[in-house]
């Protein structure tokens, strides 16, 4: 048993993706409206009525279909909400992408919304079941989860805390930097070196340059059968790969688990590869799109995605190879930490740059002939969370 | 009474507030954590006394600073040391006095006498000067007495020195002077007849514990023994300070040696002791005053944040969601009783339990595996100055647990820079957060070295 993938049965046909930021004066309803408009305007032959179904994700701008039917007025058409942490985005993608390759549709439509700045909190907002107020995951928030990727990855790697705090603040410089050429970004502004390493501490030794944009956004895609799909858009992108993993938990609880790696990403890796026909992701990717929550989770991930030997991830990020101009540029449109992270929105978020690369419409950081992307999408912490892997193409049979 | 004393124990918090900062002009001033209340206090001194003695059938626990009302806090203790659903566990929330009724108690019937108080005073007052937060657990039952029960005597009296209203954390006194002369009459006439009862001309020790310091300032000159004569060690503690003050005694006592426990509330209570030649094998593992030596100091508007006295900037975080009572009960023996599981097919430890093994997947294999009382080694660790805290930052850590376990958990009584991968840490029950009115009740992990609980020491037998 395996997951026999769907490579090349599905193509994006149009995209579509909000300004993420602090956008305090657009609602959930407005972000959705504003990413559809341009999805559909950018596909002439494709018109609300033709949309056969929907998939919405979002992690707690609002519940069930009915948040993305009523801002859409879809016509009683079927709309499913997903959600799956901080991958909620991708997994409505995947779902949307598997109702059309099981031929239940012609034209279906994957979203997905955040508005986190309504709270008025910092960080993300949990809504947990009653409980018996033992859990971690309760207290402790999201960057001290990740933070503890840091002690853990220097102690087995030998690494020294001071290299490893350069390779994490190099990872915020750059995606910083790459966010700079990005309009849509959450932070337009590159940010020093020292900036990011005296900023004010969140935890651990991540400061608030280490953590993800808190942003509002959205973002969607068209997505149709592949043989289909020229009737559509000239420059369409291809599925090649779709995985996802939901860990047991086993490594929160065992002893054997070091901190300096996810299960659950190297389990996802492996199966897209699988289905893509990848064998050596370092060459044969044009860019990635990795789920950079905190700094140091992207190089963990450079590691568990295949890009990097264990434990030379930190060495690999500090040696420029994967900076815009590197071996493999990865989150050329600034990743989660500055083009932001609103929760639903990110996986699609990540689609819509390799979308943009691929037709060559990514302005200032287009990259040299791009022609197959991965994005990676993580939701959950070290030790149990939820792991998603896409490669998407620019063209058939490659 | 029938029952002799098997066993005791103290529980003195870690945290202190410096002299200076109360008007103290030596020493310091000990005070529970913002996670530790009576319930918590009681808890740990009660598993000091416990290790290696039967579990008791009975729990008193007494407190003039009770968790709750309306629910029994004894019962939270009873989970915590995992003792046996077909026994009885109760509170009496009152004075000293109360005390004095959960040792009479528990000598009647066997069982744990625990004493535990947190003694808040204004800021700048003598209650916040002179008084202390502790605990002490004194076991009863046929074991190897530690010391035999010879008398106990009683005389109340209905006058006004100390008072404090059930809304209020913070008391009030009368002229000092006036409860003095009540109580020193008292003291004199409870003294007088128990050495008559009893045909004694002097004892070896006494100890002397009474809410008014002027009593406990002239206590040499007002009561007479062979030895020594007793008041607190840690400054007036309440419910909490007669045991503590005769668990000092007995860290030091001589076999064969009369102990005379002088409890001065609203009246006055009196208890005398013989020790016998088991006592130097079986003293508690930290004497009191090594607990006493060992402390860390807290800011004075940290402290008075803790009561409430003055209330801090909250982090930009939402308060978290009360316990919820159904899944608390569901899992009572992991919240209180910090047991996970271990497969019985493949030997994977689960903390918290689960149902399906996490390594074989074998279904409803498991065996309790309680944890709290072992010790485990940090494998990483964080501060995290965002959450939710009571008294921020919270300081996390994942942990592996000796002979098998790996849990995530807070660290608590310890200073950030002190972490490191490969500390020791033992656990203690704490209390997390407060919401909604229901006390958060969990283990945290403390680092070993700081001797702010059992050390793991093996006791001196």
Redesign the interface.
């Known amino acids: 048993m395996a997951s026999r993938g769907i490579n090349d049965r599905v193509g994006v046909v149009g995209m579509g993706c909000t300004r993420f930021g602090e956008r305090w004066d657009s609602s959930t309803e407005d972000l959705i409206l504003e990413a559809f408009a341009e999805c559909i305007g950018s596909t002439p032959n494709i018109d609300k009525g033709d949309i056969d179904a929907y998939w919405l994700g979002t992690l707690g701008s609002g519940q069930s279909g009915l948040t993305l039917s009523r801002a859409l007025s879809t016509d009683d058409k079927p709309v499913t909400r997903v959600e799956n942490y901080c991958a909620t985005g991708s997994e409505a993608f995947r779902n949307a992408c598997y109702g059309v390759a099981a031929g239940a549709y012609d034209v279906v439509m994957a979203v997905g919304v955040e508005k986190l700045k309504d709270s008025g909190f910092s960080g993300l907002m949990r809504t947990d079941p009653p409980s018996d107020g033992t859990s971690p995951e309760l207290s402790m928030t999201a960057p001290a989860a990740f933070s503890l990727l840091d002690p853990a990855y220097c102690a087995k790697h030998g690494v020294h805390p001071d290299e490893m705090r350069a390779a994490m603040t190099h990872v915020a410089w750059k995606n910083h930097d790459n966010g700079s050429r990005n309009p849509k970004a959450q932070f337009r502004s590159p940010v020093s070196r020292e900036t990011i390493n005296e900023a004010v501490k969140v935890a651990g030794r991540l400061g608030v340059f280490d953590c993800s944009g808190v942003s509002d956004g959205a973002a969607c895609a068209l997505i149709v059968p592949a043989e289909r799909a020229l009737e559509y858009t000239d420059t369409p992108m291809y599925v090649k790969g779709l995985s996802l993993v939901a860990g047991s938990s086993r490594a929160s609880m065992d002893p054997e688990f070091d901190f300096t790696t996810f299960p659950e990403v190297v389990k996802a890796a492996r199966d897209a590869y699988g289905q893509a026909g990848i064998d050596n992701p370092g060459t044969q990717l044009s860019l990635a799109e990795v789920h950079d929550c905190f700094t140091p989770t992207e190089i963990v991930l450079m590691e568990d995605l295949g890009f990097s030997e264990t434990g030379h991830g930190w060495k690999d990020v500090l040696g420029g190879n994967f900076d815009a101009d590197g071996r493999l540029p990865i989150n050329p449109d600034g990743g989660l930490k500055s083009f932001g992270h609103p929760v639903g929105a990110s996986g699609l978020r990540m689609l819509y740059e390799a979308w943009l690369q691929f037709r060559g419409d990514a302005g200032d950081r287009q990259l040299s002939d791009p022609h197959t992307a991965l994005t990676h999408n993580l939701g959950g912490r070290p030790g149990a969370c939820v792991s998603f892997v896409s490669v998407v193409g620019r063209e058939l049979g490659r | 009474m029938t029952a002799s004393l098997i066993a005791y124990a103290t529980y003195l918090p870690r945290y202190r507030l410096a002299g200076g900062d109360v008007g103290l002009r030596r020493g310091d001033r000990v005070v529970a954590s913002y996670d530790e209340d009576s319930t918590t206090m009681a808890v740990a001194a009660a598993a000091r006394a416990l290790e290696g003695h039967p579990l008791p059938a009975s729990v008193y626990f007494a407190t003039s600073s009770p968790a709750y009302a309306d629910k029994t806090n004894a019962t939270g203790i009873h989970a915590a040391l995992g003792l046996p659903y077909a026994s009885f566990a109760t509170d009496l929330c009152g004075t000293g006095r109360s005390g004095f009724a959960a040792w009479r108690a528990a000598a009647a019937t066997g069982g744990l006498a625990l004493t535990a108080d947190v003694r808040v005073g204004r800021p700048g007052s003598a209650d916040e000067r002179l008084g202390g937060d502790g605990a002490a657990a004194l076991l009863f039952g046929d074991g190897p007495a530690i010391a035999d029960v010879l008398a106990t005597t009683s005389h109340t009296s209905e006058f006004l020195d100390r008072w404090r209203s059930p809304r209020s954390i913070t008391g009030e006194q009368w002229e000092e002077r006036f409860g003095a002369d009540r109580y020193a009459a008292l003291i004199r006439t409870a003294v007088d007849r128990t050495l008559d009862e009893t045909g004694l001309a002097e004892v070896d020790h006494v100890v002397v514990a009474c809410s008014n310091s002027a009593i406990v300032k002239r206590v040499g000159t007002l009561v007479k023994a062979l030895k020594s004569t007793r008041t607190s060690p840690v400054g007036f503690s309440g419910v909490a300070d007669a045991g503590i003050t005769l668990a000092s005694v007995l860290d030091v006592a001589d076999p064969d040696e009369t102990i005379l426990v002088v409890s001065a509330f609203d009246g006055c209570d009196t208890l005398l002791l013989r020790t016998t030649a088991q006592l130097p094998l079986a003293r508690q593992s930290t004497a009191v005053s090594l607990q006493r030596a060992e402390g860390m100091v807290v800011p004075h508007l940290t402290y008075l944040s803790w009561h409430g006295l003055v209330e801090f900037e909250p ?4 308060e ?5 009572a ?3 009960a ?2 009572e023996e ?2 209180f009783g910090f047991a996970g599981t271990r497969c019985r097919q493949c030997g ?5 339990p689960v149902r399906v093994c ?2 074989c997947g074998t279904v409803d294999e498991m065996d309790a595996a309680p944890v709290a009382t072992l010790h485990g080694t940090i ?11 009571p008294s921020p930052p ?1 300081i ?1 850590a ?1 942990l ?1 647990v000796d002979g ?7 660290v608590t009584d310890a200073e950030p820079e002190r972490l490191r ?1 490969g500390a020791r840490v033992a656990f203690t029950f704490r209390r ?1 957060f407060t919401a909604g009115g229901v006390h ?1 009740y ?1 283990w945290k992990s403390h680092l070993l070295d700081t001797g702010s609980e059992n050390d793991g020491k093996p006791r001196d037998q």
Request: a positive charge; hydrophobic letters at 35%.
């Open positions: 982090p930009r975080r939402p978290p969601d009360r316990p919820a159904p899944p608390a569901r899992a992991w919240k994977f430890v689960h903390l918290p996490r390594s494998v990483t660790h964080t501060v995290d100055y965002l959450a939710y805290s919270m996390q994942v592996d098998g376990g790996r849990c995530t958990i807070e991968v997390l958060n969990f």
